[in-house]
């Protein structure tokens, strides 16, 4: 198993991407391969660099977190994202992380590997912390102005990534709209309804923005617009609200005092909203592997997208999406 | 002035909805006359009916909280919520309040009043805690698969509310996208932005799921399916952040000890997600005045839902709206 680490990617540089994939390489025997520039990544990784699981992959450049993705991959063929994906294509990597420009990779995937065969459109699957396990939110950004169609492909990928993955035997798959009922919703999604309806997933109806973290459903599919909405929505809420509660602690000297002690649990709680036991997001619907990680994502996080990768390549998740996506019933609701 | 207030609606049932009527009455020196049944509302209300200030129409009928609204509204000819709005419509009540099934509001509002000229869907403007003061979130619920031209004039009322309701003197309008360069969005969003851009609107370009909660945008834009999955998701959110904070503290004793020194800080954080002080969403784009309270509103709520509603009328919030829509800019991006 060797993965291609886009190292040049990330908020906080390549320290953090090196640290990580070095970690994944000694606590799951992970063969990595680090892509960007060797002058920085030696620099970062110092003693990391010795064991014979990690190697260098040199490239001249790297896509910036604020640049215009599909501009940036097309222009910058060095661009250590494309040469990541690229050692995917050939071959010599099994999958691909990236804490980079996430549009970046997304459009580096899809242009160096292709589509995977029934799947129309790439999806961004987000995984959630629900009350009971992960949830899977799927596309948080890969495409928008879907149609339905396009929702019931991202259904049936991310159905087999969280049976494979996350350890959930028979996903219950939800489509996000506004109101249960059936005859609910939008366009795209009352159009889509039926689709699942007649798909062999174990679908379960409309399900709503608070579903998300009721434990109720294991898999949500939404366009792209509207997942990316809800997931940035969830980030700024979870900081705001930290903020709020931090400033209702100080107000008085009993909540300063009790903020003391139980600076602990706040940390455990504020460790619970960060969510890295995943690490990173599948970029579903692309002939290869590829893991999406938040730009700040810590080396944990990194680790743990590693090893998430590696799992998707360990259990096949591709054939079986392959082969679910080219069923009868989906390939009738593409026609 | 006199609001009309359906005292059937509610997830706590009518008693609540007459304590908050009440309430506003006595605080306020607002008139209200409750509509529902009178046998119910006398026993609900006690000693509060003795007001001058308050009055009882009765009618026989309620739409229940899970009803089909379109069904329920065209049905049930004697429903509080019709005879409510009929209230308004004949002029013997300026503005209307519902915590009842906020869909059959919108309907009852939409065919008893009609729509405000110029303003061609309605849209329901949620009032959420931004870190600097209100953010006025339109539509979240009101009209699903928009036209461009729509989402102008979202913008253009909630303006008009913003500026005269909420005391923003020039207030900050963005559209809700994924990605703030202009051409980011799908392709309804891509569409309003130029129009939002020649308008007279305060115009600060795309925003983000996260700006909710920024404080630099005081009215964002959005189609009715976007608006009421970030409605729900951040409710659901709000709650499952307070059940984990809950158990986080509750894992080790100076956990407990810290919670219960810090009970009351604990509680107004609480209350700060609650956010009653606005008490409800105004209905916009009909041809009058609704606010639309949420079905598990506290009689606080209900308060000063009332007193937003009489603020609406009194700051003549209809006609500047009506005159607003009905510019050059409005209307060319309408056409």
Redesign the interface.
């Known amino acids: 198993m060797r993965i291609s680490v886009d190292a040049m990617g990330g908020d906080h540089g390549p320290g953090v991407v090196v640290d990580g994939a070095a970690w994944a390489a000694s606590e799951f025997g992970i063969q990595v391969t680090l892509v960007g520039n060797r002058r920085i990544i030696e620099e970062m990784g110092g003693s990391h660099l010795a064991s014979e699981l990690i190697d260098v992959h040199h490239c001249e450049e790297a896509v910036d977190m604020d640049e ?1 993705p599909l501009k940036a991959v097309r222009q910058k063929k060095e661009a250590s994202i494309r040469k990541a994906f690229d050692l995917a294509r050939t071959g010599e990597a099994d999958a691909v992380v990236s804490a980079g420009n996430s549009g970046a990779t997304l459009v580096a995937g899809v242009l160096t590997l292709g589509r995977l065969k029934g799947a129309e459109r790439p999806g961004i699957a987000s995984i959630l912390p629900g ?1 009971h396990g992960p949830v899977v939110l799927i596309d948080v ?1 890969g495409s ?2 879907c149609r339905p169609a396009h929702l019931l492909q991202f259904g049936v990928m991310a159905q087999a990534f969280a049976a494979s993955c996350l350890d959930i035997p028979s996903p219950r798959v939800g489509l ?3 109101g249960e ?1 059936v005859g609910k ?3 795209q ?1 009352r159009h889509a309804y039926p689709l699942f309806e007649r798909s062999t997933l174990n679908f379960v109806g409309n399900v ?7 434990g109720d459903v294991d898999v949500i599919v ?5 997942g ?14 930290t903020r ?2 931090k400033s ?2 100080n ?2 000297l ?2 300063r ?10 940390k ?2 504020k460790k ?2 960060e969510y890295e036991e995943y690490g990173g997001a599948p970029l579903l619907g692309i002939n290869g592997v590829g893991i999406v990680c938040h730009g700040g994502s810590s080396a944990r996080a990194i680790k743990n997208a590693i090893a998430l990768a590696a799992s998707y390549v360990e259990n096949g998740v591709l054939e079986k999406m392959a082969s679910q996506l080219n069923t009868v019933e989906v390939k009738k609701a593409t026609a």
């Not at 005092?257 to 602990?264: D, K, N, P, Q, V």
């Open positions: 215009s009350r950004g928008v102005d996000l709209s506004i009922e919703g939008n366009e999604v709503e923005g608070r579903d998300i973290f009721a939404c366009d792209g617009f509207v990316n909405v809800a997931l940035k929505l969830s980030e700024g809420m979870a900081s705001a609200m709020m509660l209702a602690l107000k008085t009993l909540g005092m009790g903020a003391i002690l139980a600076e602990r649990n706040f455990d709680f619970s909203l």
